[in-house]
């Protein structure tokens, strides 16, 4: 089985000479994220990316999940303060926070909590209002543009976002064959994304939450293949829980039958470095002993400082995977110190 390798196109890969040399190291997708994507900028990248690679291109929708607005910057929340959260297109601050989808306030409660970004802020909801909510930051932290947040209770939203079957439509306009669904909760979610696409095109079930990881059976028995996003699930179970979560996924996935592939923080330190940790080489070589069938880049690629480095990082911890299958890397490892003896 050969692994494969889906890299996420973003701010440092949208260049014609990085996405030729991406798809000359044999990358099998590229995937445009709907969630840092806006409408107006989808077809210009389909067309660069078909005029620099013949790579496969797959939409992945936002799915029903809440984010942030646009934010000025260095926004940082204090405990104790009051914010309002508003459905309406500001740029935020220290004192009013854009939040959408609008739909997020018919499902906010008096009590609920609201964590803006990884390493962000915690709000609690001491009013809701139709057209905003009224909040106090119980734990300060930094909140940056268009990132995620968390509900708690969770809110009902719908599986695919207006912009996501607009985005649809218009990649089935420009022939694309492969689309993920993000935040996968049950099989009708699966089914839905699939009435959408163009007829035969391959669905790709995003497992990313508490709800999809319940539901994991027939979210995967539903979808053409499986990605397991580490990040956001994060986000919904304790930290340590994530890997048990990868693995028993994974081997779902696998008497299913379906390929799974795994995303976020594979090579996190060449965001910023061309050089990664010994601790993510080793995560890579686990998750490949696990039985994945491929690996997703995504800041790396999209945000980080070399993405085409990347790649070739990937390409040969799979090689050292495959060699090591075989036998040859530790035999070469262990004869230069049998012909010292």
Same mark, same amino acid.
């Given at each position: 089985? $050969?692994?494969?390798?889906?890299? !996420?196109?973003? @701010? &440092?890969?949208?260049? %014609? #000479?990085?996405? /030729?040399?991406?798809?000359?190291?044999?990358?099998?997708?590229?995937?445009?994220?709907?969630?840092?994507?806006?409408?107006?900028?989808?077809?210009?990248?389909?067309?660069?990316?078909?005029?620099?690679?013949?790579?496969?291109?797959?939409?992945?929708?936002?799915?029903?999940?809440?984010?942030?607005?646009?934010?000025?910057?260095?926004?940082?929340?204090?405990?104790?303060?009051?914010?309002?959260?508003?459905?309406?297109?500001?740029?935020?601050?220290?004192?009013?926070?854009?939040?959408?989808?609008?739909?997020?306030?018919?499902?906010?409660?008096?009590?609920?909590?609201?964590?803006?970004?990884?390493?962000?802020?915690?709000?609690?909801?001491?009013?809701?209002?139709?057209?905003?909510?009224?909040?106090?930051?119980?734990?300060?932290?930094?909140? $940056?543009?268009?990132?995620?947040? !968390?509900?708690? @209770? &969770?809110?009902?939203? %719908? #599986?695919?976002? /207006?912009?996501?079957?607009?985005?649809?439509?218009?990649?089935?306009?420009?022939?694309?064959?492969?689309?993920?669904?993000?935040?996968?909760?049950?099989?009708?979610?699966?089914?839905?994304?699939?009435?959408?696409?163009?007829?035969?095109?391959?669905?790709?079930?995003?497992?990313?939450?508490?709800?999809?990881?319940?539901?994991?059976?027939?979210?995967?028995?539903?979808?053409?293949?499986?990605?397991?996003?580490?990040?956001?699930?994060?986000?919904?179970?304790?930290?340590e829980h994530v890997p048990y979560y990868q693995k028993a996924i994974v081997r779902r996935a696998n008497r299913w039958n379906r390929p799974v592939y795994v995303a976020t923080n594979l090579l996190e330190s060449m965001v910023t470095s061309r050089q990664p940790t010994?601790?993510?080489?080793?995560?890579?070589?686990?998750?490949?002993?696990?039985?994945?069938?491929?690996?997703?880049?995504?800041?790396?690629?999209?945000?980080?400082?070399?993405?085409?480095?990347?790649?070739?990082?990937?390409?040969?911890?799979?090689?050292?995977?495959?060699?090591?299958?075989?036998?040859?890397?530790?035999?070469?490892?262990?004869?230069?110190?049998?012909?010292?003896?």
């Amino acid at each position: 089985m $050969r692994i494969k390798i889906l890299c !996420t196109l973003g @701010p &440092a890969s949208l260049d %014609p #000479a990085v996405i /030729a040399a991406l798809g000359d190291r044999g990358v099998d997708l590229f995937r445009i994220n709907l969630s840092h994507t806006a409408l107006t900028e989808i077809e210009p990248m389909i067309e660069l990316v078909r005029s620099a690679a013949d790579v496969p291109i797959c939409l992945d929708t936002e799915g029903p999940q809440v984010r942030c607005g646009r934010m000025a910057a260095d926004v940082v929340l204090v405990e104790g303060a009051s914010v309002e959260l508003t459905p309406e297109e500001i740029v935020g601050a220290c004192d009013r926070i854009p939040l959408w989808p609008a739909t997020v306030f018919e499902g906010l409660v008096e009590g609920a909590e609201v964590t803006l970004d990884f390493d962000g802020a915690r709000l609690r909801i001491d009013g809701v209002e139709p057209d905003r909510a009224l909040a106090t930051v119980v734990a300060g932290g930094r909140v $940056r543009s268009n990132k995620a947040a !968390t509900v708690t @209770p &969770a809110p009902t939203l %719908p #599986a695919l976002s /207006a912009k996501d079957r607009w985005a649809i439509e218009l990649g089935a306009r420009h022939g694309i064959a492969h689309y993920a669904l993000s935040f996968a909760g049950s099989a009708r979610d699966v089914a839905r994304l699939r009435e959408l696409a163009p007829s035969g095109a391959h669905v790709m079930a995003k497992i990313e939450s508490r709800q999809g990881v319940r539901d994991m059976d027939a979210i995967i028995s539903a979808a053409d293949s499986i990605i397991i996003d580490r990040g956001d699930l994060s986000r919904e179970v304790p930290l340590e829980h994530v890997p048990y979560y990868q693995k028993a996924i994974v081997r779902r996935a696998n008497r299913w039958n379906r390929p799974v592939y795994v995303a976020t923080n594979l090579l996190e330190s060449m965001v910023t470095s061309r050089q990664p940790t010994i601790a993510e080489a080793n995560d890579i070589a686990n998750t490949l002993l696990d039985g994945v069938h491929g690996l997703v880049l995504a800041a790396e690629t999209a945000v980080g400082v070399d993405p085409v480095g990347s790649v070739d990082m990937v390409l040969r911890a799979v090689l050292a995977f495959e060699r090591t299958g075989e036998g040859q890397l530790l035999e070469e490892d262990r004869a230069p110190r049998e012909a010292q003896v």
